[in-house]
């Protein structure tokens, strides 16, 4: 789906939805997740009218988000105290 051009200008035109996605799209990517796994969530999204009525799936997704990010905390800090009794 493109978005419309403003006729006197020739400047495309995006309204609340395509602002929305492109945020979404940007924060997954930066998340490191790949455009063919972004892709199916966003079109979720439209045909839903928005995030509001996958709530409970971003809920889901959020908490395994942080529950990744915590493990991952650990595990460096895990390494980190291995790592000095090693003397390295």
């Known amino acids: 789906m493109r978005p419309r051009r403003d006729p006197h200008t020739g400047y495309r035109v995006y309204d609340e939805a395509d602002v929305r996605d492109a ?3 940007h924060q997954l990517r930066q998340g490191g997740y790949l455009l063919e796994q972004i892709a199916p969530l966003v079109a979720q999204v439209r045909s839903a009218g928005g995030p509001e009525p996958l709530q409970a799936a971003l809920d889901d997704w959020r908490g395994r ?4 990010g915590r ?4 595990g460096a800090a895990e390494l980190d105290a291995y790592l000095r009794t090693r003397g390295t």
């Open 23 to 25: 945020r979404l799209v």
């Open 65 to 68: 988000l942080t529950a990744r």
């Open 71 to 74: 493990a991952m905390l650990a």
